[in-house]
């Protein structure tokens, strides 16, 4: 029983064009919501969050958006850049504001063309 | 600051055996969480601890278990390895109450044969 689901395996973009990463959840417990990005041979590195009292959370060029009553949640990479590509994991928790006991979806590979 | 970092690397342990990971925490930060992850899957969250003492468990029987000690540093230690449990098993370090993500360490291959 997959709780945070990412079902597009791979995704290709052109550089300097938007990459939209998806992520969907069943939990209606989840209240916190971070995505991960992780290189071959690296462990995934924390990229942005967003709780649930929100529906926008910006960084710079990565914007996530949460839309609660569908459960779903996406990450905006614009531009995108070659060093973007990667293994994007959506992860979510249950424990207000807490990293504590993430549950991760199995990623979605970008693949950014020069 | 230095940051996550875990031995070793890669190891191959035959069916049955027992296993230990090890992990140290970035400065500054006292929790300590270890994933699981298999080929092809999502990292799955395996117990976290907090000052010394496990702090939340996931699915996963007692034959997982951990420490971590003063200094904050950690291990994993499976018995009776099964061929399932071949994963990258992932450290993560982070501080209680405060948000954001963990740091991850770069994970140890563990291939069980």
């Known amino acids: 029983d997959q709780q945070v689901k990412q079902n597009s395996p791979s995704l290709s973009v052109q550089e300097g064009r938007i990459s939209i990463l998806n992520c969907d959840y069943t939990?209606?417990?989840?209240?916190?919501f971070l995505w991960y990005k992780k290189y071959p041979a690296e462990g995934p590195t924390f990229l942005i969050s967003?709780?649930?009292?929100?529906d926008k959370n910006e960084d710079g060029r990565f914007t996530v958006f949460l839309n609660k009553s569908a459960k779903h949640l996406s990450l905006h990479i614009v531009p995108s850049q070659p060093g973007d590509s990667a293994v994007y994991f959506c992860?979510?928790?249950?424990?207000?504001?807490?990293?504590?006991?993430?549950?991760f979806g199995k990623g979605t590979l970008l693949t950014v063309n020069p | 600051e230095t940051g996550v970092t875990q031995s070793p690397t890669h190891l191959i342990k035959t069916r049955g055996q027992q296993v230990t990971l090890r992990c140290s925490s970035q400065?500054?930060?006292?929790?300590v969480s270890w994933y699981q992850q298999a080929l092809g899957q999502g990292p799955q969250f395996i117990f976290q601890?907090?000052?010394?003492?496990?702090?939340g468990r996931g699915n996963f029987p007692p034959r997982f278990s951990g420490l971590q000690f003063p200094n904050y540093s950690s291990e994993l230690n499976v018995n009776a390895l099964e061929l399932d449990d071949s994963a990258l098993y992932l450290c993560?370090?982070?501080?209680?109450?405060?948000?954001?993500?963990?740091?991850f360490g770069s994970g140890t291959r563990l291939t069980v044969v």
């Open positions: 992860a979510a928790s249950a424990s207000w504001g807490s990293n504590y006991k993430l549950t």
């Open positions: 400065s500054g930060h006292n929790t």
């Open positions: 601890y907090y000052r010394e003492e496990e702090n």
């Open positions: 967003i709780s649930s009292i929100k």
């Open positions: 993560a370090s982070s501080s209680q109450g405060v948000d954001g993500g963990y740091t």
């Open positions: 939990n209606s417990m989840f209240d916190y």
